[in-house]
Nanobody, 121 residues
Framework: QVQLVESGGGLVQAGGSLRLSCAAS????????MSWFRQVPGKGREFVAA????????DYAESAKGRFTISRDNNKNTVYLEMNSLKPEDSAVYYC??????????????WGQGTQVTVSS
């Protein structure tokens, strides 16, 4: 099993940047593909970005391409989401997840508690 704890969310102006971190406990972190999802009230979790266990492959939602970068450090058991050129529509609770390399939230067995990102216009 793996436990996930996100951090780095906050309030930022449109056009600004944030770097989210997701720290994992457990010795098997490097065997998991990792992803970031986000959710706004009243909607389901939306895929943002994913990275393979080795970091060799990544995938991004269209809304994230060119602005967000997912990365991981298996020595630190941490996955990151660098977010640039933020827009108000990026406001959401951001969750990291561990599981298969997929855009579907149902394919992820482990989730963090989420971190709030608010982008003001």
């Amino acid at each position: 099993q793996v436990q996930l704890v996100e951090s780095g969310g906050g309030l930022v102006q449109a056009g600004g940047s944030l770097r989210l971190s997701c720290a994992a406990s457990g010795r098997t972190f490097s065997s998991y593909h990792m992803s970031w999802f986000r959710q706004v009230p009243g909607k389901g979790r939306e895929f943002v970005a994913a990275i393979s266990w080795s970091g060799a492959r990544s995938d991004y939602a269209e809304s994230a391409k060119g602005r967000f970068t997912i990365s991981r450090d298996n020595n630190k058991n941490t996955v990151y989401l660098e977010m640039n050129s933020l827009k108000p529509e990026d406001s959401a609770v951001y969750y990291c997840a561990a599981g298969t390399l997929s855009r579907y939230s149902s394919n992820y067995a482990y989730w963090g508690q989420g971190t709030q990102v608010t982008v003001s216009s």
